[in-house]
């Protein structure tokens, strides 16, 4: 287990402490921009007692995956980036179906009632922002770009959003989408594609998935970054 022994315990308390297994709960941080489950495994596993490959196996059972409402595609969604407190020891299993009430939680009504007005699932609204945090860290912008992408959806206009390329690539040091790859065969490359992709390319914070719940009413469809490499764009309507 994971105990903090403070100054001033006394033997006997000390040992009582062991005798009942009053272990000290440790913080898990969960954060945003982790793209596969092996990743997540990996994370998992140097932060908790179980290992990597439990946390593996945990996140492709897919009885539990489906059980809890996932698919292949958006399971990672149930890591809604926070801080949590849980037990050193807390097995795989259990910490998914923690961060299944978690999930559920942050769903509340309000945030679903958003997305209904948007006409966007759950599962699409958290699709959305992992493009979003893909194309800006910048947060001022980030509700402008979901603009963006929802206006385009809505004239029925291919997303071409380029970080769903990269993500279709699935290699590592590309820093750059070239036209080369653009034809990339992936169900993930929205140029190729109408619509949204299957799942989430990242795991989007919760800041991302707000700027989708209440993203800025404009006309612009396109957007390029500024020459000041700061971050920001550009907005246009052609």
Same mark, same amino acid.
Not at 7 to 13: C, F, P, Q, V
Not at 147 to 172: C, H, S, W
């Given at each position: ?76 969604? !149930?890591?809604?980036?926070?801080? *949590? =407190? ?5 097995? /795989?299993?259990?910490?998914?179906? &923690?961060?299944? #009430? ?29 493009? !979003?945090?893909?194309?800006?860290? *910048? =947060? ?5 770009? /979901?603009?963006?992408?929802?206006? &385009?959806?809505? #004239? ?22 070239l036209n080369k790859h653009l034809t990339t065969d992936s169900p993930y490359n929205t140029y190729l594609h109408a619509g949204l992709p ?41």
């Amino acid at each position: 287990g994971h105990y903090n022994i403070k100054a001033g315990l006394t033997n006997k308390e000390i040992i009582r402490i062991f005798a009942n297994g009053y272990q000290t709960p440790v913080k898990l941080q969960i954060n945003g921009y982790i793209r596969t489950r092996e990743s997540m495994a990996g994370y998992l596993g140097r932060r908790l007692y179980e290992d990597s490959t439990a946390f593996i196996t945990t996140l492709r059972d897919k009885s539990l995956m489906q059980s809890l409402g996932f698919k292949d595609e958006t399971y990672l969604s !149930v890591f809604i980036p926070d801080t *949590y =407190e849980v037990w050193w020891t807390i097995s /795989a299993e259990d910490l998914v179906r &923690r961060m299944k #009430k978690e999930y559920d939680a942050f769903w509340n009504e309000s945030r679903m009632a958003k997305a209904r007005q948007i006409g966007l699932s759950r599962d699409e609204v958290m699709t959305l922002a992992s493009i !979003v945090i893909e194309e800006t860290k *910048y =947060e001022p912008e980030m509700p402008v770009i /979901a603009g963006v992408y929802i206006n &385009r959806l809505q #004239k029925g206009m291919l997303l071409q959003a380029d970080p769903t390329v990269k993500f279709a690539l699935n290699t590592e040091g590309v820093t750059r989408i070239l036209n080369k790859h653009l034809t990339t065969d992936s169900p993930y490359n929205t140029y190729l594609h109408a619509g949204l992709p299957p799942g989430p390319i990242t795991i989007a914070p919760k800041v991302a998935i707000e700027a989708v719940l209440n993203y800025q009413h404009h006309n612009y469809l396109y957007f390029c970054a500024k020459d000041t490499f700061d971050g920001q764009h550009n907005f246009a309507v052609s």
